[in-house]
């Protein structure tokens, strides 16, 4: 596997369920992030993890809950959605989180597509 | 604090024309501007970016986009269409320095339809 990979690619669950989406990243990156896209509106950042550790909160419902348990591996864990909380969600990683120039450069994985029925 | 403008949500070009998606700016500091590109079902990937050097910036499939800081704009550009262009692309903004540089700003995206 190279760059960044997520699993599942397509997720259907009703709001009483429980899932986990996974991010994987074979970078060597130190950082990763949680992003949302839905239709129509700017991509929105999530959450942001800097050496296993939560640097940013965007404000983001409870019902959504981040793991980091290294610096290769991110999950959302999702629990009582709601059918607004459909949409493409995106993992990405950088080298880090701080400095100038492309330390920063985020890569992206390709998504979860999250259906809330 | 940076925002990013992308006009116009749809953009329609025959194959072999010329393609223009325009993307403004406004930023407090000298900005990076980057250009990704979404194929369906796919993430994001990165086209080309402009880290403070050079104007004019040459990216990936023949793209390139030229930064002018006169009238705050970073339009993406292609001589040629070609069917397989056809995505969503979206201009993003972030600081060049300082505490939250990393912090990426999207445009809403346009959406690139290339016509036989």
């Known amino acids: 596997e190279t760059g960044v990979t997520q699993t599942p690619r397509h997720l259907v669950m009703g709001m009483t369920n429980k899932k986990s989406l996974k991010c994987e990243q074979h970078?060597?990156?130190?950082?990763m992030y949680w992003y949302k896209q839905s239709a129509k509106k700017p991509l929105e950042l999530m959450f942001v993890?800097?050496?296993?550790?939560?640097?940013e909160n965007n404000s983001v419902p409870s019902r959504f809950s981040p793991e980091c348990p290294n610096s290769s591996h991110l999950f959302l864990h999702l629990h009582t959605l709601q059918p607004e909380d459909s949409a493409l969600y995106l993992c990405?990683?950088?080298?880090?989180?701080?400095?100038?120039?492309?330390?920063?450069?985020?890569?992206f994985g390709p998504g979860t597509r999250l259906t809330v029925l | 604090a940076q925002s990013v403008t992308q006009l116009g949500s749809h953009v329609s070009v025959s194959e072999g024309a010329l393609v223009l998606l325009r993307c403004n700016y406004s930023s407090s500091v000298p900005p990076y501007l980057f250009w990704y590109v979404q194929y369906p079902n796919q993430g994001l990937q990165l086209l080309l970016k402009y880290t403070l050097a050079a104007t004019l910036v040459k990216g990936i499939n023949g793209f390139e986009a030229e930064f002018k800081k006169s009238e705050t704009s970073f339009h993406l550009t292609k001589p040629s269409a070609h069917m397989s262009d056809a995505a969503e692309y979206f201009c993003?903004?972030?600081?060049?320095?300082?505490?939250?540089?990393?912090?990426?700003?999207f445009g809403k995206g346009t959406l690139l339809t290339v016509n036989p």
């Open positions: 993003a903004v972030r600081k060049n320095s300082g505490g939250s540089n990393y912090k990426l700003t």
């Open positions: 993890y800097n050496f296993k550790e939560q640097t």
């Open positions: 990405a990683s950088s080298q880090g989180t701080g400095g100038a120039g492309g330390y920063n450069e985020q890569f």
């Open positions: 970078l060597g990156h130190n950082a």
